[in-house]
């Protein structure tokens, strides 16, 4: 059991080589997304977008936030009713990995995980058990680190040792099956529902990306009055361009 990671750089070329190494079919892969207004750079991303990863700056405001709004929320329990698979984070660093999966064993991406993969086999495995079980499962899975370090220094930029603390954090927002918008983040308390989406919209359509913005408005202002988006990276699966 390792209790950090290398931080995976917000580079789609990266996050897909990783979904790939675990079991996601070669027809889906990360984009980067430059705007969630222009119509014109937003036509660029295939559709349906199946899930967004946002990666920004953790700061002492978003963690206040965290706390807040975490501490009267009882720890999260799995059930078998559970509409996403959610995982608690204890790996340091490793907010990029536990995006990518959130991002494949939930909602319509999961039908494009190859049979008999290891994404395949955590989700067979994972869904039964607790919130504690998941966190024993995941620091102890070789092959999910065995992944991650094959592509945690393939970026554009030095990947930073394991050990140095990065303040940079990865979040998920997720369509279930059920066409609930999910915000999944291993720091938090558990999975957050947003809202029902209609069954034709995606993650990148104006009733999700309404929430994903609401986020980065949040935590612009907790920067800087004046801040803008420059700080954050947004990445989407999608099908993949032919």
Known sequence: MVNSFVPLESNPDVLTRLAESLGLSDDLSFHDVYSLDDPDLLS????????????????????????????????????????????????????????????????????????????????????PLTTKERVGYIENSNSLEAAHSAVASDGDTTAPDATEEVNLHFVAFVKSKSNVLYELDGRRAGPIRLTKLAPENDVLSPAAVLFVKRFMDREAQAASPSASYLSFSLVALAPSLS
């Open 44 to 127: 660029f991303i295939p559709r349906p977008a199946l899930a967004l990863m946002l990666v920004f700056p953790v700061s002492d405001a978003y963690e206040e936030y965290r706390r807040e709004q975490d501490k009267d929320t009882p720890p999260f329990e799995t059930s078998s009713d559970d509409d996403v698979i959610w995982l608690k984070q204890t790996i340091g660093n490793a907010c990029g990995t536990y995006a990518v999966l959130h991002s494949t064993l939930n909602g319509p991406a999961f039908d494009h995980v190859r049979p008999n993969s290891v994404l395949a086999q955590f989700k067979a495995d994972l869904a």
